[in-house]
């Protein structure tokens, strides 16, 4: 079965630095690969994602991914975080050989500060 | 904003009462979820709905009551709940269950707690 995982429970950084959420996959065949950000009493919202084509994928507020084959990993980057980046970030795989279904990782709370 | 609706917001109950959580998009997609989520956990599929056909169950009680009566709305009804299922609900949307690339909108959630 497809699966991710996110080693880190907690992230802080300081404001203005850059940030990096870290997500490892495990999957057989092609990864089709999300991002999504929670903010507190809010549902999930799509950041970004990785189908094929380039390594590095750009997405909503500033975020970026960098997809890295050899290294199983779809790490979150910001170049400059914000305050307002403290969320809770969730990382997903798409298992197509399950009826297309989502598995997210435990999830990884960022706390960007001032 | 999100494009996909849930009401209510907050909702309590007892255990013997009957309700239930409403969700709608107008999105024109044909896949539709329920996720149910703890405190800062991942959110856990309940059911899916594909074209208005329910496709997915992943062993749900019986509890819970999902219904798709057409390809804007979900429902979700609820009986006889316990105080562990008090969670935050989410629907999603997806443009269709086989569309490997299209990923989940969802709403905001309904905050349900079982007294």
């Known amino acids: 079965a497809q699966s991710v995982a996110q080693p880190e429970d907690q992230v802080n950084v300081a404001e203005g630095n850059p940030l990096t959420v870290k997500c490892t996959y495990s999957v057989s065949g092609n990864p089709y690969l999300f991002w999504y950000v929670q903010y507190p009493n809010r549902g999930l919202q799509f950041l970004l994602k990785?189908?094929?084509?380039?390594?590095l994928v750009k997405g909503s507020y500033g975020f970026e991914a960098e997809f890295n084959k050899s290294q199983t990993s779809f790490h979150l980057k910001k170049p400059s975080a914000l305050v307002s980046d403290s969320a809770l970030y969730f990382c997903?795989?798409?298992?197509?050989?399950?009826?297309?279904?989502?598995?997210f990782g435990t999830g990884t709370s960022l706390t960007v500060i001032p | 904003d999100t494009e996909v609706t849930q009401t209510p917001k907050h909702l309590v109950m007892g255990m013997t009462n009957k309700k239930s959580l409403k969700c709608e998009q107008h999105?024109?997609?044909?896949?539709m979820y329920w996720y149910k989520q703890k405190a800062k956990k991942p959110p856990e599929l309940m059911f899916v709905?594909?074209?208005?056909?329910?496709?997915i169950n992943e062993s749900v009680p019986s509890r819970f009551s999902p219904e798709c009566p057409n390809s804007s709305l979900l429902n979700l009804h609820l009986h006889a709940l316990q105080p562990e299922d008090s969670a935050l609900y989410l629907c999603?949307?997806?443009?269709?269950?086989?569309?490997?690339?299209?990923?989940?909108?969802f709403g905001n959630g309904t905050r349900l707690t079982v007294t």
């Open positions: 709905y594909s074209y208005e056909k329910l496709s």
């Open positions: 990785y189908i094929t084509g380039d390594n």
């Open positions: 997903a795989v798409r298992d197509i050989n399950t009826g297309n279904q989502f598995y």
């Open positions: 999603a949307s997806s443009q269709e269950k086989s569309s490997y690339n299209s990923p989940l909108h």
């Open positions: 999105m024109g997609h044909r896949a």
